[in-house]
């Protein structure tokens, strides 16, 4: 079993590597600025984790606690420990603390997007038909396009509906 550990402040000494992860694993207009940062790390919904194998850094998560469902904002392996079954172990753990779980992956584009959803699926989740798109993180940047996963099964529009308000008005407050 991997063991999580919450990251309360960016003065944590788990923060640095678990933020150089972060930066690594996602492109810039998908990171939080460190004020933003800062910010969502004391919001009672957030819960920011570094993940151990035993004493071995192996990932990150960040993710939403709401009524009847959790969103997965962020979640990275580190990339020398990929292919060892650390990201559906991670996942699975996060899958078990609630009933319903969302997340977005980037537009079917690429292999990689590609190899991405093909993880999810092979994990339980569904891809959704409503048109998404999350708003940006840093001023002067388009909001982008995103395709909306659900586990453990499809949401409707009424649910699309909530997730896409706690997302404008919560996570992205």
């Not at 810039?28 to 035993?54: I, T």
């Not at 999810?120 to 001023?139: I, K, Q, S, V």
């Amino acid at each position: 079993m991997l063991i999580a550990k919450k990251i309360t402040a960016t003065d944590s000494p788990l923060f640095p590597p678990l933020d150089a992860l972060y930066t690594h694993a996602f492109p810039w207009h998908e990171q939080r600025e460190l004020l933003a940062k800062q910010r969502a790390l004391h919001d009672p919904h957030y819960a920011l984790e570094a993940w151990f194998d035993g004493e071995l850094f192996i990932g990150m998560s960040g993710t939403w606690a709401f009524d009847g469902y959790s969103y997965i904002e962020h979640l990275a392996v580190d990339g020398s420990l990929r292919s060892q079954g650390y990201g559906k172990r991670l996942l699975g753990q996060i899958l078990a603390r609630a009933p319903k779980t969302i997340l977005e992956i980037d537009p079917l584009t690429t292999e990689i997007a590609h190899k991405r959803l093909r993880f999810y699926e092979g994990m339980g989740f569904f891809a959704n038909p409503w048109p998404h798109t999350h708003p940006t993180y840093h001023a002067g940047i388009a909001d982008h396009a995103l395709i909306v996963l659900s586990y453990p099964q499809p949401i409707d529009e009424a649910q699309y509906q909530r997730f896409n308000h706690d997302l404008c008005q919560i996570v992205m407050a």
